[in-house]
Each structure stands twice: as structure tokens, then as C-alpha cells.
């Protein structure tokens, strides 16, 4: 059963490059950790679904401040967006959430480590 999870992550990178966006490429990772790990450790196909699942959105929480703030510097700069610039009021509600979601990603992390 591993294999197929190289197969729906190969499907997922596949996809990742016709669909315009982020979405796939974190899924598609998360199905080839999660055919590594049934290589390793021989576990149930509910298991499997269930680390796909649960590793899907902890990889898309860690990489979402790297995506925010990527794309917050790329919505500030004048030669790209010209007149649709964010403007001051935009920027520090868009800087103050991000800064909210990159708290509650390490917070998140904190909790991850073992003892915590």
C-alpha cells in the first residue's frame, strides 16, 4: 500500500504544476512522507489516512507565515501592482495577522515537542 501513496503524490505534483497556487504541493508532500513512513513501519490503511490527514494541515500551518509574508512583500511593491498597492491601513492589518498566525505556529510547535 505505500506505493500508492507515491502514486497520489506524484499525481499531487502533477497537479500542483497545472492548477495555479500552492494547495497540492503541500498535500503531495504529506502523501510521499506518508509513503516513507509505510515502508518503515508496517501500519493499518486507516492509520495512513489518518497521518495523511493530520500531516497535510501541520504542513500547511508551518508553511502558511512563509506564503503570508512572501506574498505581502510582493503586494507592497509598487513596479508589480502599481495603483492596486496595499495601502498603510491594508498593511497593518495584513502585517498584524500574519504576525497572529506566525504566533500561533510556534505555539503550535511548542506544543509538538515532547514534554510540552
Known amino acids: 500500500m505505500p506505493g500508492n501513496w507515491f502514486i497520489v503524490a506524484v499525481a499531487l505534483f502533477v497537479l500542483e ?7 497540492f504541493i503541500w498535500f503531495g508532500l504529506a502523501a510521499a512522507i506518508v509513503g516513507i513512513l509505510g515502508l518503515v ?31 505581502l512583500l510582493l503586494i507592497n511593491r509598487t513596479d508589480l501592482m502599481g495603483k492596486y498597492k496595499n495601502s498603510r491601513l491594508w498593511n497593518v492589518i495584513a502585517w498584524a495577522t500574519s504576525l497572529i498566525v506566525i504566533g500561533m505556529t510556534l505555539v503550535m510547535l511548542w506544543g509538538m515537542m515532547p514534554g510540552h
Request: glycine residues 6%; charged residues 5%.
Open 17 to 23: 504544476t497545472i492548477v495555479p497556487g500552492v494547495h
Open 41 to 71: 513501519i508496517d501500519f493499518a490503511w486507516e492509520w495512513q489516512l489518518i497521518n495523511f490527514a493530520i500531516l497535510s494541515q501541520v504542513l500547511n500551518g508551518v508553511l502558511l507565515p512563509v506564503v503570508i509574508i512572501l506574498m
